[in-house]
């Protein structure tokens, strides 16, 4: 069993940036992978970026490709998304997801792990 909490999102005007932060307790995570995903009300629940424990690659979907960075702090059981340069349709709320396997997925039934979701506002 893994437990993950969402913290960092917030309110940001566009252009802004924030650092959303996923803390991952309960199994050894040396096997797993990380990913967030984002859900607005129009839209299915779409990954936006992935990385596996080890850190050895990163995986990002093309609306963030650039702008969004992923990574993980092994130290500290924390996973970041830091956000920058951010868009209005960037709105959304954003949910950390952990798989126990280290290769790539990204839909939301290959994740067996959510957190509860939090919440990120862009104003234009």
């Known amino acids: 069993q893994v437990q993950l909490v969402e913290s960092g999102g917030g309110l940001a005007q566009a252009g802004g940036s924030l650092r959303l932060s996923c803390a991952a307790s309960g199994s050894s995570l040396s096997e797993y992978r990380m990913a967030w995903f984002r859900q607005n009300a129009e839209q299915r629940r779409e990954i936006v970026a992935s990385i596996p424990w080890s850190g050895t690659s990163t995986y990002y979907s093309d609306p963030v490709k650039g702008r969004f960075t992923i990574s993980r702090d092994s130290a500290k059981n924390v996973v970041y998304l830091q956000l920058s340069s951010l868009k209005p349709e960037d709105t959304a709320v954003y949910y950390c997801?952990?798989?126990?396997?280290?290769?790539?997925?990204?839909?939301?039934?290959?994740?067996?792990?959510w957190g509860q979701g939090t919440q990120v506002t862009v104003s234009s």
């Open positions: 997801a952990a798989r126990p396997s280290a290769a790539l997925a990204v839909t939301q039934g290959g994740y067996h792990y």
